[in-house]
């Protein structure tokens, strides 16, 4: 396709977040094809650094609010001045802010949804009301997992004969050197280490996972008891409300708590076990990355994770919000070498070239190509 000129929305202003990592891998891929990428978001984070030395133009934006009135205008004044032939929304906030915007927006519009927020937690249900009333006000859907395709077809906002799955693309892996991580954080080499990557949000649930932890740590048998390590970004209230329950805890000298890294790959190089604890998902970035670098992985059965996860094949899944289940699994995990090795390496061989970067590049085209054959491109 001739050089194309891509929108790129996305509102968290780190690159912690899955929606985000997949937003820069899809820009890049862009490029590296040619075509050219405005990346949108807002500042305080790391995503806009990231975007401008993946060769993006960038933005910045103040907020996603649905209130922001501001926001939107910006919005709407550099599609006129940029002139883009797809407007492409990552997440609910994005795409809800380019709905209120005239038709000539709305038939490029591509909203890739990462994991079905509506209808869940406060405002639930005025969110799902929401989307349901802005389903025509979009050109293409994008969804990473059949399962969400399925719950938001069955919930009624969006639809199936606009909506193509595709799964995040995965890079290669960089290995970074054994041990480097644990010297830097003062874990000994036979102390398992469990890994947990996710934002200070409901979704993620932290409540069970330190539970589960807590759990599976005092009734830890083996010689050294596990060390678990969250990299949990997120506002300074919020980690210091996380920071009180860990103090209150029996194993909080075995937890350590980092706001971000800018490499995740010395993290994973270094755990043995990957656990997620979330509530609902779609299909989780930081569970196939940790794959990749053979973790076993243990997660909460929710949207998309049955997709990559194969219970007691390729990982362990509990039901969510079961603090004693997940604490079983993790224990089962620590105190069972072979079973460790065998899920890590069963997992890490059902990834291997199953999701390559360059077919989530290209099946994007493909979206934006029926888009502007339907539409036609920016004048």
Known sequence: MDDLRVLMIVTGATTAGGGEKQALELAEGLIGRGHQVMFVAPGGGDVLEAARARGCETTEVATFSPLASVTRRNLARLIVEWKPDIVHAHGPRAAFALRRLDADVTKRLVYTIHGIHAGHGPLGSVKLAVERHDVTKVAAFIVTCKADLETGADLGFLDRGKTQVIYNGLADPHLADLGVFRAEN????????????????PPKDHPTLLAAFDEAWRRCSAPSKPHLVMVAAGTYGQRERLLRAIRAMSSA??????????????????????????????????????????????????????????HEATGLLVPPS??????????????????????AHAGHTFITGRFP????????IEVYRHVIEATGPST
């Open 186 to 201: 003062g874990i000994a080499p036979d102390t398992v280490l469990i890994a947990h990557v996710g934002r200070i949000s």
């Open 253 to 310: 000298h075995d937890i350590t708590v980092l706001a971000a890294l800018d490499d995740l790959a010395p993290l994973y190089t270094d755990a043995d076990i990957l656990v997620l604890s979330s509530k609902w998902e779609a299909r989780p970035y930081v569970l196939v990355e940790a794959m990749q670098y053979r973790c076993a992985v243990v997660s909460t059965k929710v949207g998309g994770v049955g997709e990559v996860v194969e």
């Open 322 to 343: 079961k603090p004693t289940l997940l604490a079983d699994a993790l224990l089962a995990l620590v105190e069972q070498r072979d079973l460790r090795d065998r899920l």
């Open 357 to 364: 970067l360059d077919t989530m590049v290209d099946q994007t």
